[in-house]
C-alpha cells in the first residue's frame, strides 16, 4: 500500500550530508568543470586561429554559433529524455557524445571540419547544463540546497580559470589542438566513473516507480547511520506526481526563466568569450590578451564562492536584483577603461559578479522553479531559446565591436542585465528552504502518503 510509505521526497530532505552526497557531488561537478573547461577554450583558441591566419572573425563567428546550435540540440534532447527516461541515461550519452566528438576536434584540418565537429560537440555540452543542476538539487536538503548548488557552480567556474591559464600557457608552446584534447580525455574518463551514479528517486516517484525510489533512499539512509548520523523523523508531503507540460501555472516561471538566462548568457558568450579576440583586434599580443584574459578570469571562482556563502542567508529575488544592477554599472566602467590595470581591475570584479549571478540563476533558482516531473524540460525550454539567441549573439558582436568598440558591447550587455533585474523584481518569487515539492503544491483532495518504510 503507498499509504504506508513516506515519500523519497520528504526522507531526503531531512538527511545529513553523507559521502554518498559528497561523491554524487563529485560526478556532478566533474562533468560541469569539464563542459566550462571546453565552452571557454573557444576563446583562446579563436584567438589563436586568428592569429595564425587559420580563421578570420567570420568564421569564428560561424564556429561559435555552431556550437550553440548543437548545444540548442542537446538541451533540448535532454530535457525530453531526462524527463522521460531518466537523468542517468542522459548523464552517460551526453559524455560519451561530447568526448569524442572533442577529441575529433584536435584532429580537424580546417576550420570547416572544425567546426562540424564543434557542433556535435556543443550537443553533449547543451545535456551537461540542463540535467547536472536538477539532478543535485533532487538530492539536497532544502536548507543546503542553494549553498550546494552554488559550489556546483563555483566547482564548475574552475573550468574557466582552468582553461584559460592553460590556453596562456600551452597554446603558445603546443598550438591550438591541445586544448581539445585536454577535456575529451577528461569526458571519457569520467564517463566510465560514472557507472555508479544513482537514478533520482524523485524522478523516479513520478513515474510512480516507488520500490526503486525506497531502494536507493534507503541505502542512502543506511550509509547515514554507517557514518554515525541520526535520521530524524521524515515529514508527511505528497510523492512527486507525473505533471503536464501544458499548464498555466508554468507560464510565469517560464517566461522568467527564459529572461535570466537570455540575459546571463549574453554576458557570458558575450564578454567571456570574445575578450582574447577583441583586445588581439585592438593590437595587443597574443600572450598579452590571454595573460590578461586569466587575470579576469579569476573573478569566476569568486563570484561563485560568494553565492555559496550568502545564497542561503539573502534569499534568490535581492541577490539577483542587486547583482544584476551591479553588474550592468562594472560593465559601463569595463567598457571606458583606460588603462590595462584599471581594465584588468574593473573585469574582474564584473566576472565576479556575472559568475555570482550565474550561480545564483542557473545552478540554485532555475532547478527550483518547477515540478519533478517535468524539470529538466522546463529548464531545457528556458536554456533552448536563450541558446537560440545566441545563434545570432556572434554576428551581433562582431557588428557592435566593429562600429563602437568594445565599450560598445559592454554596454549592450550592462542594457540586458538592468532588464534581468526588472524582471525579477516584477516576476520572481522567493524559494529559500522550501522544499521542491512544495513550490508548486497545490491543494488536492488526494491522501498524502505517510509513513512506515524508514531505515532505522
Sequence with gaps: MQESRHTAAARLDRLPTTNFHRRLFGLVAGGLFTDNFDIYVAGAVLGQLLAIGFSDLAQNATFVSATFAGMLIGTIGSGIIADRYGRRLTFQFNLAVFGVATLACAAAPDIFYLTIFRFIAGVGLGAELTVGYSTLSEFTPPARRGRWQALLSMMSSFGLLASTMMSWALIPVFGWRVMFVVPGVCALGLLWLRKSLPESPRWLESQKRFEEADQIVGAIERKVIEEGGTLQAPLTSQAAKHE????????????????????????????????????????????????????????????????????????????????????????????????????????????????????????????????????????????????????????????????????????????????????????????????????FQEPSAEPQLKATTVVS
Excluded at 394 to 422: E, H
Design 244 to 439: 503536464n507540460l501544458w499548464q498555466a501555472k508554468l507560464i510565469r516561471p517560464l517566461v522568467l526563466g527564459t529572461i535570466l538566462q537570455v540575459a546571463m548568457f549574453a554576458a557570458l558568450y558575450g564578454l567571456v568569450n570574445w575578450i582574447p579576440s577583441f583586445l588581439l583586434k585592438q593590437g595587443m599580443p597574443i600572450n598579452q590578451s590571454l595573460g590578461l584574459s586569466a587575470l579576469m578570469s579569476l573573478g569566476g571562482p569568486v563570484g561563485a564562492f560568494i553565492a555559496f556563502a550568502i545564497i542561503d542567508r539573502i534569499g534568490r529575488r535581492p541577490a539577483v536584483i542587486v547583482g544584476s544592477v551591479l553588474a550592468a554599472a562594472l560593465s559601463v566602467l569595463f567598457g571606458q577603461a583606460t588603462s590595462q590595470f584599471s581594465a584588468v581591475i574593473c573585469g574582474f570584479v564584473l566576472f565576479s559578479l556575472v559568475y555570482f549571478l550565474l550561480a545564483t540563476i542557473q545552478a540554485v533558482y532555475l532547478p527550483e522553479l518547477f515540478p519533478t516531473a517535468v524539470r529538466v524540460r522546463c529548464n531545457a525550454i528556458c536554456i533552448g531559446i536563450a541558446r537560440l539567441t545566441t545563434l545570432v549573439t556572434p554576428f551581433l558582436i562582431v557588428s557592435v565591436f566593429n562600429a563602437y568598440g568594445i565599450s560598445g558591447v559592454v554596454t549592450a550587455i550592462g542594457v540586458l542585465l538592468v532588464v534581468q533585474a526588472v524582471s525579477m523584481a516584477l516576476l520572481g518569487r522567493e524559494t529559500r528552504g522550501i522544499p521542491l515539492e512544495q513550490i
